[in-house]
């Protein structure tokens, strides 16, 4: 199932970024095939809305003021872990950097997979394909 094919709800998305231009741009994206995103500025407030509401994905950008992605990352899957949380949420990299040890990096932080910036639709349904989250 592609994304475009999703039903009429779509996905609940938390888009953790710093970035004021990339939030727009993401979340035009994204509701244009009827997602819910819900934005963060940092990891601190990813991470406090993640206590609060249940995604059904998390995209996460990994260098951000006050708290960064990485570590956003540990603390949500320690919640997970701490509170036994049935229902695991998907964690994908959103970044800038493609240095060839920055996937490995991040899925050993507790992401699930990694995206460059800028990406597109397919790439991003690809990814979500292969994590099974449509």
């Keep these: 199932m592609k994304i475009e094919d999703q039903n009429k709800e779509g996905l ?17 994206n ?18 406090n809305l993640f206590k609060e509401k ?13 708290m960064d992605g990485l570590e956003a990352t540990r603390e949500i899957r320690k919640i997970e872990k ?4 049935n229902e695991y949420t998907p964690i994908i990299a959103v970044t800038a950097n493609t240095l060839d040890n920055d996937r490995e990096k991040c899925l050993s932080w ?7 910036k800028p ?16």
């Excluded at 609940?12 to 035009?28: A, M, R």
């Excluded at 701490?82 to 949380?85: I, Q």
């Design 119 to 134: 990406f597109d639709m397919n790439q991003l349904n690809e990814i979500l394909m292969s994590l099974k989250i449509v």
């Design 12 to 28: 609940s998305i938390l888009l953790v970024e710093d970035n004021f231009l990339n939030q727009k741009i993401t979340t035009y």
């Design 82 to 85: 701490e509170h036994k949380l």
């Design 54 to 66: 249940k995604f059904d994905l998390i995209l996460m950008d990994i260098m951000m003021p006050v």
């Design 30 to 47: 994204l509701r244009k095939y009827n997602h819910k995103v819900s934005i963060a500025n940092n990891g601190l407030e990813a991470v």
């Design 110 to 116: 507790g992401m699930d997979e990694f995206i460059a």
